[in-house]
């Protein structure tokens, strides 16, 4: 599964008010390349979806572990474990975020907890994904790789459309263009 689906898993799991939420309470920011949004061991202030760019994420040995592109999701972990991150996370070009606030959004999970039900689900199912893919990439769990790969569940591929569909209008809502991530 590519970066990009694994995004729009994530919102596709929100729904309609919720992406209205986080647009009218988040703020859309330019960040110019080489900006540092996330710096390792620092606690963070947002969580943050990547509108449009890329974003690189770096370890204090200078290794990227990875390049993220629109719609992904930046800061959930901190976000949900509240300890500062492992890795740092800057612009590896001019990029557009939506910074929502930690405190905004942690007032919103505990006023609305269908909100926070969808929220936390999207992050667990986001998070185990991951660790699924870091597993497999370590030898664990090899001989189960190939099936997974090639049986994709429906309400997944569900999801990953409806997803796509948010970010569009989520893209919309904040007069940024689309750019086919969606299709």
Partial sequence: ??????????????????????????T?????????????????????????????????AGFTLA?????????????????????????????????????????????EPPFAARFYRAAALYLADRLRVTSSRLGYGAATQDNDATELDEAFLDNVSMGATRFDALLRMLSIPTTGVAG
């Fill in 1 to 26: 599964m590519t970066n990009v689906r694994k995004a729009m898993y994530f919102l596709g799991v929100l729904d309609d008010r919720d992406m209205e939420w986080l647009a009218t309470h988040g």
């Fill in 28 to 60: 859309k920011r330019f960040v110019p390349a080489g900006t540092v949004l996330i710096r390792e061991g620092e606690p963070i202030q947002s969580v943050l979806i990547l509108l449009e760019g890329r974003l690189s994420v770096t370890i204090k």
């Fill in 67 to 111: 390049t993220l592109k629109d719609g992904e999701i930046v800061g959930e972990i901190s976000f949900i474990d509240s300890r500062p991150p492992l890795a740092t996370v800057s612009a590896a070009e001019n990029s557009h975020v939506l910074d929502v606030p930690r405190d905004r959004l942690r007032r919103r999970l505990e006023a």
